[in-house]
T-cell receptor
C-alpha cells in the first residue's frame, strides 16, 4: 500500500463546475496535510494546508480533512480552464519528512 | 520579497560524473528540503537541512549528500551519476515553527546521458 494515494486521472470537469480531488494516507499519526498545484514543466505551488478535522476555505478552494477515515480532499468551486494542472497531496507525520502522492491531473473544459 | 531560487535551471551530465545543485531559500526561511521528481511522479523527499545539519533523510543512497551554509542557502551533491538520476530536483524552504508549509523553487532539470 502506498503511503499517500491519489487517483492519477485525468479528472475532466466543465468550466464553472466543482472539481473534487481526493487523497488517502496510510500513516495514522499524520498531522499536517497540504495541497499543491503543479503546471506542466513547473514546480509545485502551495494552495492549502490543513491540520485539524473539518473544512478550511480559501477563496474558491476548500480543503477537507477526516483523520478517522485517513482522507483529505480538495474542492475547487467555479473551476476555470486555468485550474487545469496536476494537484499533489502531501502529508507529514510530525517528522520533517513530507510524503507526496503521485498527483491527480485535472482538466477543466471550456 | 524574493522567493526560492535554484541554479542551474538545466544540466546535462554523463554517467559517473558528479553534480552540485544550489538553492537559496525564501527570505525569512531557515529550513531547506530537497526533493527528486521523476516524470509523472510526485516529489520524493531526499533530505532536510536546518541549522547547517541534515535532520531527516529519505530513502536515497549516500551518493546524495548536501550542505547548508550560515546564510541558509543549500547545496545538493550527487556523485557517480546514474541514468536513473535524471529528474527534476526541487528545493523547498520553510520557516521553523510555521506549521510546516514548504515553498518550492523552480527546480533544476538534470539529464544524465
Amino acid at each position: 500500500q502506498k503511503e499517500v494515494e491519489q487517483n492519477s486521472g485525468p479528472l475532466s470537469v466543465p468550466e464553472g463546475a466543482i472539481a473534487s480531488l481526493n487523497c488517502t494516507y496510510s500513516d495514522r499519526v499524520s498531522q499536517s496535510f497540504f495541497w499543491y498545484r503543479q503546471y506542466s514543466g513547473k514546480s509545485p505551488e502551495l494552495i492549502m494546508s490543513i491540520y485539524s478535522n473539518g473544512d478550511k476555505e480559501d477563496g474558491r478552494f476548500t480543503a477537507q480533512l477526516n483523520k478517522a477515515s485517513q482522507y483529505v480532499s480538495l474542492l475547487i468551486r467555479d473551476s476555470q480552464p486555468s485550474d487545469s494542472a496536476t494537484y499533489l497531496c502531501a502529508v507529514s507525520s510530525g517528522t520533517y519528512k513530507y510524503i507526496f502522492g503521485t498527483g491527480t491531473r485535472l482538466k477543466v473544459l471550456a | 520579497d524574493a522567493g526560492v531560487t535554484q541554479s542551474p535551471t538545466h544540466l546535462i551530465k554523463t554517467r559517473g560524473q558528479q553534480v552540485t545543485l544550489r538553492c537559496s531559500p525564501k527570505s525569512g526561511h531557515d529550513t531547506v528540503s530537497w526533493y527528486q521528481q521523476a516524470l509523472g511522479q510526485g516529489p520524493q523527499f531526499i533530505f532536510q537541512y536546518y541549522e547547517e545539519e541534515e535532520r531527516q533523510r529519505g530513502n536515497f543512497p549516500d551518493r546524495f549528500s548536501g550542505h547548508q551554509f550560515p546564510n541558509y542557502s543549500s547545496e545538493l551533491n550527487v556523485n557517480a551519476l546514474l541514468l536513473g538520476d535524471s529528474a527534476l530536483y526541487l528545493c523547498a524552504s520553510s520557516r521553523t515553527g510555521f506549521a510546516g508549509e514548504q515553498f518550492f523553487g523552480p527546480g533544476t532539470r538534470l539529464t544524465v546521458l
